[in-house]
């Protein structure tokens, strides 16, 4: 009988990957960032054991540990997204109310763009309001760019 030792995870870090470390891909989906606890396999297919920690996220690059050692780092998979890339703020209101208005995440890019992830009825909805303005792209939707966690930790561009 197989068996797959699981890995206990007992300290999360953020901050620069040490020196000749490579550690091993744990990979999540963008929506797993507030899971309390999750027992999944690594790239590897090293079986990690891990709880969040109250009110917090998980959150690109954290580096998890056990018993001192780097065991893995985090990392979100990319998803297929629809972006908006609003011309004015206007527009830019204009899209945020449709879009809390059918209680989706919003997030927004450096580029100043807004994301929302993919839903077919939601890009038809958008496609005929903003016609040849919407576009679908593959990318990381990571919480720290989610308007919420912007406007809340006010790191938003005035």
Sequence with gaps: MNRTRTVVIDEVKTGETPDGCRPDILELEWFENKKQKL?????????LELRLGVRKEWQQGDLLYSGGQL??????????????PAKNDGEAADFCYFIGNQHLPLFFTPKQEFMVPYDGRLYEQLSSRYTGRIELINTQLLSNRSLRHLIKNKTHEI
């Design 39 to 47: 027992t999944r396999a690594a790239v590897s297919g090293l079986v």
């Design 71 to 84: 065991i893995a780092a985090i990392g979100f998979k990319p998803c297929l997204t629809i972006c908006f």
